[in-house]
């Protein structure tokens, strides 16, 4: 039957194109086009302000800006506090670090070096990582860092949880150092890196967030492609086991 050849068609497809839009959803995007800002190391400046009391979901934090900082940056890699195999920030009763983002900028944009490294993310760390001691030799370890961003704005989360790999970003803030505080006793405390050197994998920044924009978004079709793929294939399937049985005549 036409209907039985059709749903068919849905079934094969969708699940032919499911895989394929898995693999180019993080595809890093090529150097040509990339916004010039990119080229530039992040900016920093030392300040003097005060402490800075807030409260998330009930648990209470004291910030220590730092230094201003100011970032465009490709993302190679993330982590969202809130996903559901995240059990360190859970344990820290930590809910101001929404997102980690782990970025390039300079010589690993002006290079190419970014595209020819692998990236892998933990939920406190970001690596780099090469079979290829021509890629290794190119890429600028102190041209990467892990970005911890917190905020205590609710609508600033929701924006930060919107990055995907491959978007252009650019963000303004603090890097502070914060506390956690239970029954009014601090339970535990983390330290910005404030120096893009400390580690050979990429530094780990603290940013308190101010201001935060995707100055591109990457894979965006290819991402859309993925979720329809997967409703036609679970629709399908389930249109497949409604459809009357075939009947096949021995005349």
């Known amino acids: 039957m036409l209907l039985h050849r059709f749903v068919k068609a849905l079934i094969i497809g969708s699940l032919l194109l499911m895989p394929v839009a898995f693999l180019r959803k993080d595809v890093l995007p090529p150097p040509a086009g990339l916004h010039q800002e990119l080229n530039e190391a ?21 910030i220590q800006p730092r230094h201003a900082y100011d970032l465009y940056g490709l993302v190679v890699s993330l982590h969202d506090s ?26 690993n ?37 892990n970005n911890h961003l917190i905020t205590d704005d609710p609508r600033m989360a929701r924006r930060l949880r ?22 009014g006793a ?21 940013v308190y967030i101010q201001e935060f924009e995707i100055l591109r978004a990457t894979n965006r079709v290819w991402r859309t492609i993925g979720k329809i793929a997967v409703w036609v294939f679970g629709l399908s399937v389930l249109a497949w086991f409604a459809l009357p049985l075939k009947y096949h005549s021995n005349d």
């Open 109 to 145: 944009i002006r290079r190419d070096a970014y595209k020819r490294v692998n990236y892998s993310q933990t939920q406190t760390e970001c690596y780099w990582s090469t079979l290829s001691s021509e890629a290794a030799r190119a890429f600028d370890g102190s041209a990467m860092s």
């Open 82 to 107: 809130d996903s559901w195999y995240d059990y360190v920030h859970k344990e820290w009763n930590d809910y101001l670090n929404v997102v980690d983002l782990c970025v390039v900028w300079g010589e």
């Open 42 to 62: 992040p900016r920093q400046v030392a300040v003097q302000v005060g402490l800075i009391d807030t409260t998330v979901n009930g648990v209470k934090y004291s």
């Open 162 to 183: 919107q990055v995907r790999i491959g978007d252009e970003v650019h963000f303004r803030g603090y890097l502070a150092n914060y506390t956690i505080y239970k029954n």
């Open 186 to 206: 601090p339970t535990g405390r983390r330290v910005t890196s404030v120096t893009r050197t400390d580690t050979g994998n990429g530094a780990c920044e603290v």
